[in-house]
């Protein structure tokens, strides 16, 4: 048997000796066939055919005695959902409440799958390929071209397992469908994921460039300042520290999101980090940090060499926001200390405040955000607590390197 009988609904025995196309309605094409021995003619009909062609073509079908081969008319299945949506959806929601009552309660979104899949199932009952509607949105139109894909190739697939076995039952068959469909659907989502996380990984590494590029024109800017003050420039009128102010913000703002694009992508880049190293860092910004504002005292207190297992993309910016939150909290003229330390499995960085305004709850602190994200994506934390009179200590701790 050949491959176009099984593909254009033909049997076995029948001998297609004439072949030819005719086009409706300047629409749809059907492909026919005529034996040369009993001088029939059949026209097949495919999924993708709309309602109006096959219907003009029945119509000539029965006037001129040719016979519609793979053609089901599906309408009655449509008005049996049309009529029973209310009860389907009510129903699918009782399902809803019984998984959650039961422990494994699905995602909010969940609800709202079962009217649109019954609109989407509707409309591809009635024409199952078509083409995006004009003016369609970018998601509409790409998950109609998804859905032509899938199915196109779900039809090949399966055309082609009964090719190689034309004896499966009907059973079988509606298994096929349904695996074809799962997997059709699994596909697609991950092929969109995909391109998706390509997308957002080449804009990142753009915005990456631009937030690198601005931070350094700000350091620059920073720098020219301090220079102008040692100078003996006058910059300590309004102006002068609204400029200065507004320069370290924005340097903040920009360090911020470096960091949070940095989580957001995901997957760690695990290297050995000398904690000595960040705290000599981090004392060393102290002035871009806001230090001179509040005339702070930062001491570095150098202990022994610890190393920690982290990402330094990460963990740089952690420790300048916990030192800027120390000194966003400090009271002025306040001493600031920095030091490392070890308990057990953990390395800990230690910012020390002797007179501070502690608030009630950590996560009220906004310079601690982004930073308690990445102590987290390590496997730490970032705790605070008062200590004697009015002073408190920040802490992060991150898992120590292996030997």
């Known amino acids: 048997m050949c491959n176009f009988c099984w593909l254009f609904g033909g049997q076995p025995e029948a001998v297609l000796d004439l072949l030819g196309m005719t086009k409706a309605r300047e629409c749809c094409t059907f492909v026919w066939s005529q034996d040369a021995r009993g001088q029939r003619r059949t026209i097949f009909v495919r999924p993708y055919h709309c309602a109006a062609c096959v219907g003009e073509m029945v119509r000539s079908a029965r006037l001129q005695k040719v016979a519609i081969a793979g053609s089901v008319p599906m309408e009655p299945v449509r008005e049996v959902l049309s009529r029973s949506r209310a009860e389907i959806i009510d129903r699918w929601t009782r399902q809803l409440l019984a998984a959650s009552e039961a422990g494994f309660a699905l995602d909010e979104e969940t609800a709202t799958l079962l009217p649109a899949l019954l609109d989407k199932t509707d409309a591809a009952l009635e024409r199952r390929f078509r083409p995006p509607v004009p003016g369609a949105s970018r998601a509409a139109a790409e998950a109609s071209r998804a859905a032509i894909q899938c199915s196109l190739l779900s039809d090949f697939l399966f055309d082609a397992v009964l090719e190689k076995s034309p004896g499966i039952g009907a059973h079988e068959q509606h298994l096929l469908r349904e695996a074809l469909a799962h997997a059709g659907a699994e596909v697609a989502v991950r092929l969109a994921l995909e391109h998706e996380m390509e997308r957002r990984r080449k804009d990142s590494a753009r915005f990456a460039k631009l937030m690198h590029d601005l931070r350094d024109s700000m350091t ?16 300590d009128s309004g102006p002068g520290r609204a400029l200065e102010r507004s320069l370290r913000q924005l340097r903040h703002g920009l360090e911020d999101s470096l960091l949070d694009e940095a989580l957001s992508a995901g997957g760690l880049r695990l290297e050995r980090v000398q904690i000595g190293a ?84 950590l996560s009220t602190i906004p310079a601690l955000t982004l930073a308690r994200r990445a102590a987290r994506a390590h496997g730490g934390k970032i705790s605070a607590r008062p200590v004697a009179r009015d002073g408190c200590v920040f802490t992060l701790e991150l898992p120590t390197a292996p030997a």
């Open 278 to 361: 960040l705290l000599e860092a981090a004392s060393g910004a102290a002035t871009e940090l806001g230090a001179g504002e509040k005339q702070l005292r930062v001491l570095h207190q150098r202990g022994p060499a610890i190393e920690v297992s982290a990402d330094p993309r990460l963990v740089r910016p952690a420790v300048r926001g916990m030192l800027r939150a120390a000194f966003e909290l400090s009271r002025k003229g306040a001493t600031v200390r920095l030091q490392g330390g070890r308990a057990r499995a953990f390395a800990q960085v230690e910012i020390a405040v002797d007179r501070c305004k502690l608030p009630a709850k």
């Open 220 to 235: 620059a800017a920073q720098l020219s300042l301090d220079l102008l003050r040692r100078r003996g420039v006058p910059l």
